[in-house]
């Protein structure tokens, strides 16, 4: 399973909360747990870009590492709202493996 992507694969914005036909259990868990946090994301570049990054691999502890580098974050964990989505999600993990 794949990590949820923000915006849609055309590119353009969508509602990081509204959950797809084509969500896998994974992307519905995260997204209805952590909508707050996805919403707070789509406002900001480096975490689409990370999202988009996660969004695109399958799944790893790597991920963080390999999307932060990807995007230019120092810290992912640290970094305000790419931190805040990583937290939310890890209540998704059982569904996301």
Excluded: W, Y
């Amino acid at each position: 399973m794949r990590r949820t992507r923000i915006r849609a694969t055309t590119g353009t914005p969508s509602d990081p909360c509204e959950i797809g036909p084509e969500d896998s259990e994974c992307d519905s868990c995260v997204k209805s747990m952590c909508c707050d946090q996805l919403t707070a994301c789509d406002a900001d570049p480096e975490c689409v870009c990370f999202q988009e990054c996660a969004g695109s691999m399958e799944p790893s502890i790597n991920v963080p590492t390999v999307c932060a580098k990807q995007c230019m974050i120092d810290q992912p964990f640290a970094h305000p709202t790419v931190g805040q989505v990583l937290s939310c999600s890890n209540g998704c993990l059982l569904q996301c493996l």
